[in-house]
C-alpha cells in the first residue's frame, strides 16, 4: 500500500510539473487571450458597438503589452489599440471612435477617432483604394499608403515645420506637427522604412510663398509657406495613424520619454480568413472570426497586399509613369 500511495503522489507531482511547463510554454493560452482574464472594469468596455472595444482586439493589445512588459520594453502604464475594421468617425454623429487608450493602473479607458490608410489607384494597372468610412485593402508594401495590422511599439518623436496658416483677427500661426514614429515587428518590420507612425490629421494646403525674412522658418530668400489649415480627423492617411490635434496632444503625452505598444486589428490572417469565408458563404461571425459587421456589408470582403506581390507593381508603375517636374510655388498675393 505504500509503494502504491509513493507511485501516485510521484504521478501528481509529474502532472503538476507538466500544467507549469505547458503555461510556460504557451502564454497566450493561459494569459491575456483568456477574456477571464480581463479585469471587470476593462471588461465593461469590451464589445462591438460605439464606444467600445471588440475582445480579439483587446486580448491581442493586452497579450502583446504584457509581453513587452515582461520583456522590459516597455514600462509605459498605459497602451493603445486599434480597430481598423470599424467606420472611421465621419463627423457625422453616427460613427464613433476606433482607436483605444488603456491605462489599467488607473482603470481609465478612452475612445477616440482615426484614420485608415487610403490605398492608391494605379490607374489602369490595379486599384487597391479604400473609402473613407471603411477600409478594404490592407497591406504593407512600400507607398502603398495602406494600413498594416499587428505589432507596434512608439518610439522617438520628430516635430516639423509645416508652413503657416491664416487665423482671422490675429497674426499667421505656425503648424508644428509632431510625428511617433512605430517600430514593428513580422509583417509590420518595415514601419520604419515605411515612415509609419502617428500624428495629428492636419496639413497645410493650397501654399504660397509670403516674404517673412523675421521668421526663424525663412528660406534663404526671405519666404515662408503659407496656406490654409485643413485638418482630417475623419478622413484617411498614407498608412499612418492620425488623430485630431486635441487627442494627438494628449497621446504625444502620455508617449513621451516613455515607449509602449500599439496593436492594430486586423492581421493578414485575419483579413484572409474573412475573405475565405465570406467567399464561402458564410458569416465570419458563425466561423468564430471578427468583422466588424456594418463595414463588412459596405465592403464585401477586405483584401490583404502583400509587400512581395505589391512592391514590383508600384515599382514598375513609377517607371511607367515618372512624377511630372516640380512646379514652383507662387508667391503669395499681396493682401
Given at each position: 500500500m505504500r509503494s502504491r500511495y509513493a507511485f501516485l503522489s510521484i504521478v501528481k507531482v509529474f502532472s503538476l510539473c507538466a500544467v507549469v511547463l505547458v503555461s510556460l510554454a504557451s502564454p497566450k493560452l493561459f494569459a491575456a487571450d483568456r477574456p477571464s482574464d480581463i479585469p471587470s472594469w476593462l471588461g465593461a468596455h469590451v464589445g462591438e458597438s460605439d464606444g467600445q472595444i471588440a475582445q480579439p482586439v483587446l486580448r491581442r493589445a493586452r497579450a502583446l503589452y504584457m509581453r513587452k512588459v515582461s520583456e522590459g520594453s516597455v514600462k509605459n502604464p498605459c497602451y493603445f489599440a486599434m480597430d481598423a475594421t470599424r467606420p472611421n468617425a465621419l463627423g457625422d454623429g453616427k460613427s464613433g471612435g476606433r482607436f483605444y487608450t488603456v491605462c489599467e493602473a488607473t482603470q481609465t479607458f478612452r475612445v477616440i477617432s482615426s484614420g485608415h490608410g487610403s490605398g492608391r489607384d494605379l490607374k489602369g494597372v490595379v486599384d487597391f483604394a479604400n473609402g473613407r468610412a471603411c477600409a478594404r485593402n490592407f497591406g504593407?508594401?512600400?507607398?502603398s499608403n495602406l494600413t498594416a495590422g499587428g505589432a507596434y511599439m512608439t518610439d522617438e518623436t520628430k516635430t516639423t515645420f509645416k508652413g503657416y496658416y491664416r487665423v482671422p483677427g490675429t497674426k499667421d500661426a505656425a503648424l508644428l506637427r509632431s510625428f511617433i514614429q512605430f517600430d514593428g515587428e513580422g509583417e509590420t518590420a518595415n514601419a520604419r522604412q515605411r515612415a509609419i507612425g502617428g500624428h495629428a490629421a492636419a496639413v497645410v494646403a493650397g501654399v504660397c510663398l509670403k516674404k517673412d525674412p523675421e521668421s526663424p522658418y525663412a528660406n534663404r530668400d526671405g519666404y515662408v509657406p503659407l496656406g490654409k489649415l485643413v485638418?482630417?480627423?475623419?478622413?484617411?492617411?498614407?498608412?499612418?495613424?492620425?488623430?485630431?490635434?486635441?487627442?494627438?496632444?494628449?497621446?504625444?503625452?502620455?508617449v513621451k520619454g516613455n515607449r509602449t505598444t500599439i496593436y492594430i486589428y486586423p492581421e493578414s490572417a485575419d483579413i484572409n480568413a474573412v475573405a475565405k469565408a465570406v467567399a464561402g458563404g458564410r458569416s465570419p461571425s458563425t466561423a468564430g472570426?471578427?468583422?466588424?459587421?456594418?463595414?463588412?456589408?459596405?465592403?464585401?470582403?477586405?483584401?490583404?497586399?502583400?509587400?512581395?506581390?505589391?512592391?514590383?507593381?508600384?515599382a514598375q508603375y513609377k517607371m511607367d509613369h515618372p512624377a511630372p517636374p516640380p512646379r514652383p510655388t507662387p508667391i503669395c498675393a499681396m493682401p
Open positions: 504593407n508594401a512600400m507607398d485638418e482630417y480627423a475623419g478622413g484617411r492617411s498614407d498608412g499612418c495613424t492620425s488623430w485630431t490635434a486635441s487627442d494627438a496632444s494628449q497621446i504625444l503625452s502620455m472570426l471578427y468583422w466588424n459587421q456594418s463595414c463588412l456589408k459596405e465592403i464585401g470582403a477586405p483584401k490583404f497586399w502583400s509587400k512581395e506581390t505589391l512592391e514590383p507593381i508600384i
